[in-house]
């Protein structure tokens, strides 16, 4: 079955840790993208990568960091800057970097809890 | 930039009553437009797209949506509402951001409620 995958699906941390989230596809999709969402709010855009070894920074980048080294991965690091670090992830794929038609699709989420 | 409305937070219907989710949109050329629905603590799945082919799209699970240039709208409809419908949904824009890439713009979400 081709699609993106998440883990863990819940995750704590203590404050002041980095954490290491993870997604995965086999879509052999160009571009992926890392979403956070709030209660109540749409998605925000996190980072963005069009190519192996390449990426971006999306709307709310800062605290956060990625890589992607491979075109399948594309892990996101929440660092101890990030101020409200609590919420859910959403990793998310698409065909074709440069096309507005072309969906994306999401991957199941991680869950993240600071405390 | 564009930006997408989702003029109502929560929507409440009966079991087999017609749904009706509305969504407006700024756009400055012709946009790519989506609903996605969220299932509680899931990710988000793809209902339908508009891309500038057919201004009526139908999409899984018996849902569809109008584009209306005129009106800047793409209201999200289903005939009859069925309990598993219960979610949240988001319109969604498309845009080209400033290098090339592909960025959606969401709106803040409907909740579906649905009682029997």
């Known amino acids: 079955d081709g699609g993106i995958t998440q883990s863990p699906k819940y995750l704590f941390r203590k404050e002041g840790q980095n954490v290491t989230l993870s997604c995965e596809q086999n879509?052999?999709?160009?571009?992926m993208y890392w979403y956070r969402q709030d209660p109540g709010q749409g998605l925000r855009l996190i980072y963005y990568?069009?190519?192996?070894?390449?990426?971006q920074k999306g709307d709310i980048a800062e605290g956060y960091s990625v890589s992607r080294e491979k075109k399948e991965s594309f892990p996101l690091t929440v660092t101890s800057a990030q101020k409200n670090p609590t919420a859910f992830y959403l990793c998310a794929s698409s065909r074709e970097r440069s096309s507005a038609s072309y969906e994306q699709y999401f991957g199941p989420g991680t869950r993240l809890t600071v405390t | 930039a564009q930006s997408v409305t989702q003029l109502d937070s929560h929507v409440s219907v009966s079991e087999g009553t017609p749904v009706l989710l509305r969504c407006n949109y700024s756009s400055s050329y012709s946009p790519s437009l989506f609903w996605y629905v969220q299932h509680p603590n899931k990710g988000l799945q793809l209902l339908l797209k508009?891309?500038?082919?057919?201004?009526l799209v139908k999409g899984i699970n018996g849902f569809e949506a109008e584009f209306k240039k005129s009106e800047t709208s793409f209201h999200l409809t289903k005939p009859s509402a069925h309990m598993s419908d219960a979610a949240e949904y988001f319109c969604v824009v498309s845009e080209k951001g400033n290098t090339g890439f592909q960025k959606l713009v969401f709106g803040t979400g409907t909740r579906l409620l649905v009682s029997p």
């Open positions: 990568s069009q190519i192996v070894n390449d990426f």
């Open positions: 508009y891309t500038s082919a057919a201004t």
């Open positions: 879509l052999n999709h160009d571009a």
